[in-house]
């Protein structure tokens, strides 16, 4: 986890300080060179910073719902990864589950904004760029949503999870239920990682676009890193191109994954 060490301080507000780890920097330049959805690369500048700009108020979610219940929170720190805000409410579950769901909390109240936003904003856009812009801070906002909320620890589902065991089963089992989910969860999102490269060998990327980012935001994320234009559907349409071609393969008897 990224500290505050090392990092440079943007601001402090309702005495929370927010920093930046140098390594945001790096891969903010990389990020923002690839990402060419835009007619201009100032565009994908302000995507970058405006997706930091909601990590920051989904931190802030944490950090403000940890104080309301009397405890301490004074840090957020940024990373490539997303956020860190260092909370530590008393040790009641109640505080405790205030404090974590206050996070997704946020993302769930930008949702409507940022619908509407897009809605009033469609017949009067200065350009395709802006539409574009909100059309991803959409998309972005749900995606951290929907990944925070997966009951694996230390995520905040998993954290979730364990506040509400902590009422009926006390703190210590509540950790240790929550842990064994947790192995669970990530030993099947590793076997479904697994799969998911014998299936990119096997079939080509477009069998996996379209299973994988039709249903299931959270992979998104993972899928844009190796397909730069997953966004504006290029790569789906190559993706099929590539799987038709190796169903043709496979029908005139070839091996399709030569
Ligand atoms: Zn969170």
């Given at each position: 986890m990224p500290r505050a060490q090392g990092a440079i301080r943007l601001f402090t507000i309702f005495g929370i300080s927010v920093f930046v780890h140098w390594s945001w920097f790096l891969v903010a330049l990389y990020e923002v060179d690839r990402t060419?959805?835009?007619?201009?690369?100032w565009w994908s500048v302000l995507e970058y910073v405006a997706i930091f700009a909601i990590v920051t108020l989904h931190e802030f979610g944490h950090a403000l719902a940890c104080r309301q219940v009397g405890g301490v929170a004074n840090q957020i720190v940024l990373w490539p990864l997303g956020g860190v805000a260092y909370v530590s409410p008393p040790p009641r579950p109640g505080a405790t589950l205030w404090s974590i769901v206050a996070g997704p909390l946020v993302n769930l109240a930008l949702i409507p904004v940022l619908l509407v936003t897009l809605f009033l904003s469609r017949p009067i856009s200065p350009s395709p760029n802006f539409t574009l812009f909100i059309q991803q801070l959409n998309l972005i906002n749900v995606i951290l949503l929907v990944f925070n909320i997966i009951p694996i620890y230390p995520l905040d589902g998993g954290k979730i999870l364990r506040s509400v065991l902590w009422f009926f089963v006390g703190r210590a089992q509540s950790l240790m239920a929550t842990t064994i989910v947790g192995f669970v969860g990530v030993a099947g999102m590793a076997a479904r990682i697994v799969d998911d490269v014998q299936a990119f060998r096997r079939e080509g990327l477009g069998q996996l676009l379209d299973d994988e980012v039709v249903h299931s935001p959270c992979h998104q994320g993972r899928l844009k890193h190796f397909a730069p234009g997953w966004k504006d559907g290029r790569s789906n349409e190559c993706g099929r191109q590539r799987h038709s071609l190796s169903l043709s393969r496979l029908e005139r008897g070839c091996d399709a994954s030569a």
């Open positions: 060419k959805q835009y007619s201009s690369v």
